[in-house]
């Protein structure tokens, strides 16, 4: 069964950064084309960031050039920076493969912004 792992999370006051990071045991998972979720209760899962096979890298509308993706190839794994945070970034953010996704989900890791 394919493995993913988010950690990176944690508390942190509005306007400071943080790094996820996503590792994945799975040979035949790419980490050229990867995304990041997030989630608060309630609401649909929303996409924060994604880089396809070609390159291309979409962020959410709300991002606003505040996070960036990147990947260490050799330690499989995909991380996303996010600086400036705000409250309203407070979720519970995945990786997965992107565009498609594979069925299954990794635990996720929690965000929690205050002012």
């Known amino acids: 069964q394919v493995q993913l792992v988010e950690s990176g999370g944690g508390l942190v006051q509005a306007g400071k950064s943080l790094r996820l990071s996503c590792s994945t045991s799975?040979?035949?998972?790419?980490?050229?084309?990867m995304g990041w979720w997030r989630q608060v209760p309630g609401r649909e899962r929303e996409l924060v960031a994604g880089k396809d096979r070609e390159g291309k890298i979409i962020y959410g509308d709300f991002v606003k050039g505040r996070f960036t993706i990147s990947r260490d190839s050799a330690k499989r794994t995909f991380f996303l920076q996010m600086s400036s945070l705000e409250p309203e970034d407070t979720a519970v953010y995945y990786c997965?493969?992107?565009?498609?996704?594979?069925?299954?989900w990794g635990q996720g890791t929690q965000v929690t912004v205050f002012s």
């Open positions: 799975e040979r035949t998972l790419t980490l050229n084309a």
């Open positions: 997965n493969s992107y565009p498609s996704q594979l069925d299954t």
